[in-house]
């Protein structure tokens, strides 16, 4: 039913309606990077910041707060925050604690995605408060026929909400607040080869499938056009718990096939398993957070911005190279001068992940 109206929408839209493109696709290539493993199961409070070595912020700006957890917000036209996994991880299980946002248009997205297209989507969107939606492709087939919706009788709007994923070899099963309301056999889907089995990452992110420049058969699948006047729309996620069911260092494509049997998996400790269990680095926006407001005035007020962060942020390691003591006032200096590199290319806009409301142009079409 949704099927035409989504395709014609698809590769215009990011999040959960099915990628069409990838940096670099197996299917296609044999160069491909390995991917990152997971290899491990963690849990995260969205009360601060996650580590800048196991999530990056792919488009716009998200807040973490110890209330309510990451904001995820529309208010103009072209926002679409999204945070994404650095990692993957090849069969496992996600739960997330999520407060999906109200809105005509409005679509609050929790997606996996690898790197030749498989997918599995929840999308909420905020037009219809009683029925969640799930989601999958295989190989970025655009075959929109297998969505599914589950009815929620206290709506998903108001309160938060588990929302939880399990998927081996052979099963996706779908939670909703500890009850089961869908699973797909792998031999269901297009015989398996449609069935998502390779390694994923997570992406949650909210987008306005109903923005008027977007085709009429989106802005219909999302409800209607949406009203920005009406906003700002928020999605919340306070949790978010992923486990990888394989153990390894990195995942890579051993032929073109794509099936979960070409995967090789390479041994040891992942990049992320070695972050969780040593001490997290601040992120450029913790760092930027905790700079005086002067010093931010005058990175902002500057035209020559290099300058600025360089004089200001100079001062401020200084003064806290000073606390430090002596003995450590040299190393604090050379740590000052790599951290005012980083906020200078922070206020260049290098950093995507934290510009604060200047969103990346092009955002949908980055996923
Ligand atoms: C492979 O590459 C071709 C040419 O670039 C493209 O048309 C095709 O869609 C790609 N296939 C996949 C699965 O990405
Ligand atoms: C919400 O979705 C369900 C399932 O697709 C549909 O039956 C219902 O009519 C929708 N509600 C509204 C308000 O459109
Ligand atoms: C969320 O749902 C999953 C699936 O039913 C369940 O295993 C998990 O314990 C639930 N989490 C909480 C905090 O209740
Ligand atoms: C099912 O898989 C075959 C490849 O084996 C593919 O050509 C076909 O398009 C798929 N069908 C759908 C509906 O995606
Ligand atoms: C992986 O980490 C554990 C400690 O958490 C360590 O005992 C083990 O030697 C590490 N393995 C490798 C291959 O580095």
Redesign the pocket.
Known sequence: MISRYLATAAGLVGLAVAQTTSSCNPLNETDCDPNPAFGTNHYWHFNETPSTDLWETTVGYVPYDNDVGATFTVEAQGDSPTIRTLFYFFFGRT?MHLKASPGIGIVSSMMWLSDDLDEVDWELLGYNNSYATTNYFGKGREDFSVAESHYMKDGMQDDYH?Y?TTWTSSMIEW?I??DKVRTLKADDANSTQNYPQTPMRLSIGIWAGGDPSLPDGTREWAGGTTDYTKGPFNMYVKSVTVEDYSSGKEYTYGDQTGTWKSIDITAGNSTAYEALHTTPKKSTAEKWESLPTATKTAVYASGAGAAAVGLAGLAFFFLRARRAGNAEAAAANEKAESERHELMSFKNGEDTANQGHEYSSGGWSRL
């Open positions: 739960e588990n939880t939670y607040d500890g």
